[in-house]
């Protein structure tokens, strides 16, 4: 007979930031009086301080949490973001913008990219973007939710205030929070599992599946479980980034930008109250003065706090979950925000603890699939990312055309020429970004397709006509109807602070 299952009781995480009150507020919330939650955090060291720029799902993990959309956004100043304008990316002076919405309308045999690049050899000289709603919308600054979720978007945040949002909720569910530093992370002598974290002053907390949340010092599962870290940073070569924040002035755009520079990029975020900005480069290339003042010679209005410098080393710990430790959030892993991937890597490896949660025993093809469930995406993800360095006309700089000359994973390597034979893009595994993410990126960059799918030249020139003129006028009809940004954002969850005129 099969045995009634049962949780791990205790369930111990240790960091506050993001990924721990993230991970807190989900599993309190679903778990209920099944399972006891503890939160160790220490507010002397405190949290990376960034993270600040979504992608859509999270607008799904709110609403499974049934946070209040309009509360949340007023809660963390948050605006709304339909994707991120690339600048200075292919060659100094032009831009691309990779929108979160479809593009055009897709045959089940094509995707749209066939139609347009059929209607290119046609005399059909109207841009791809000009297909394309959120992106329209986005640069014309505007924005309003509409019917069946028609317009994909996704979140400008406050950080400290997320997890400040998070952490009434998590409490309010029954979270325990335990202040203090974790100074000794005890394993079981018999079975190599965590036993406990001692606290400094010696206090002891106990528990059965422990979640680390501890950022980059990565205390237990690199600290005690030393399962070790695959280094992409042959990949991915930026290695340093300073954060700033400064005071608005102009009403928010419902967009990131990210505006690359001689050895790297720089970030702008807009929030209701504040902008967040930031340059990442990498140290090889750039010295820390001369990206300190770049960040600072080009920031707009009032510099609000000191320029918050930050080293990291782009990789993924060997094991995501590991004996009865399970990492989230910077411990697991880290990449570059270009894509703002990170809060949702957070997230997808919340709600995989909460599907895999143990009955009991932890099952080792619990722990197998987990990894390499996430490890697909950390790896899916690297590749999107290092398209944006490999794929570009940029050789001004001498990081630029190490880019350029670098080698990159074959699966990348074969999605890109893939693409630039056939015109075709396929999405595997669930993967994060969907095909029309990697056509505007490697269309942005500067991949022009060699041929298309047959199929799109079956369209006589007027129903080809039709169709391209009849899904423009569709957009910027409905671009035109669409309230300026910060009007609705003000109209819907306009915080206490003013958004600057
Ligand atoms: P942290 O914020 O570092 O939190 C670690 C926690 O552990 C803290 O509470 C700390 O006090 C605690 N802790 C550590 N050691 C101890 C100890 N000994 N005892 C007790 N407590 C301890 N992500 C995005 O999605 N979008 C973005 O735009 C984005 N921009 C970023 C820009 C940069 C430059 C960087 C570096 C990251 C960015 N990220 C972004 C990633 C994002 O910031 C993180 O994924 C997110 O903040 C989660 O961090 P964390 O909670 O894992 O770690």
Not at 90 to 102: M, W
Not at 274 to 303: I, P, W
């Amino acid at each position: 007979m099969t045995a009634a299952p049962h949780l791990p009781r205790r369930i111990v995480i240790a960091g506050g930031g993001t990924a721990g009150w993230m991970t807190a507020a989900a599993l309190a919330r679903t778990l209920g009086p099944l399972a006891s939650v503890t939160l160790v955090e220490s507010e002397e060291i405190g949290t990376i301080g960034v993270g600040e720029s979504t992608i859509p799902p999270l607008v799904a993990y709110n609403r499974i949490l049934g946070i209040s959309e309009a509360e949340f956004m007023r809660a963390t100043q948050a605006t709304f973001k339909l994707g991120i304008n690339f600048e200075n990316w292919r060659v100094p002076g032009e831009a691309y913008f990779h929108s979160f919405g479809g593009t055009g309308k897709d045959h089940w045999s094509a995707g749209f990219q066939h139609f347009w690049l059929d209607g290119k050899t046609r005399g059909h000289a109207e841009p791809y973007s000009d297909y394309c709603l959120e992106l329209k919308a986005a640069e014309a600054g505007r924005f309003a939710h509409l019917p069946d979720d028609r317009m994909n978007y996704a979140y400008q945040l406050d950080s400290g205030l997320y997890a400040k949002f998070l952490r009434r909720m998590a409490e309010a569910d029954g979270t325990v929070r335990i202040e203090g530093k974790i100074a000794q992370v005890e394993l079981c002598a018999q079975t190599g599992d965590i036993a406990a974290l001692t606290l400094q002053g010696g206090r002891r907390i106990e528990g059965d599946l422990f979640i680390d949340c501890t950022g980059f010092r990565a205390l237990l599962i690199e600290g005690a479980l030393h399962v070790g870290y695959d280094d992409w940073t042959h990949w991915l070569p930026c290695d340093s980034a300073i954060a700033i924040q400064t005071s608005s002035v102009r009403p928010p755009v419902p967009y990131t930008r990210a505006i690359a520079h001689e050895a790297g990029w720089q970030w702008r975020i807009p929030l209701q109250h504040r902008q967040g900005n930031g340059v990442v480069y990498c140290s090889a290339f750039m010295e820390h003065e001369a990206a300190l003042d770049k960040l600072l010679s080009t920031v707009e209005g009032d510099k609000l706090v000191k320029p918050n410098p930050i080293r990291f080393r782009t990789g993924a710990r060997r094991k995501q979950w590991h004996r009865n430790c399970v990492a989230v959030g910077l411990s697991g892993g880290f990449m570059e925000p270009l894509e703002s991937t990170s809060i949702h890597l957070i997230q997808r490896a919340i709600l995989r603890i909460v599907r895999m949660l143990p009955a009991g025993a932890i099952s080792a093809h619990d722990v197998a699939e987990f990894n390499e469930q996430q490890m697909t995406d950390m790896e899916q993800i690297r590749d999107f990312l290092i398209l944006h360095y490999k794929v570009t006309d940029r050789r001004d700089t001498p990081f630029w055309r190490h880019c350029a000359g670098m080698d990159v994973p074959g699966s990348l390597a074969h999605k890109m020429e893939l693409f630039r034979e056939t015109g075709r893009v396929f999405r595997k595994n669930e993967e994060l970004f969907a095909e029309n993410s990697w056509v505007q990126v490697m269309m942005g960059q500067g991949i022009v397709p060699q041929s298309y799918h047959p199929v799109a030249a079956k369209l006589r020139d007027e129903e080809l006509t039709h169709l391209l003129s009849s899904l423009r006028e569709q957009v910027s009809r409905t671009v035109a109807a669409l309230p300026p940004h910060g009007d609705y954002v003000a109209r819907y969850c306009g915080a206490d602070v003013p958004v600057a005129a």
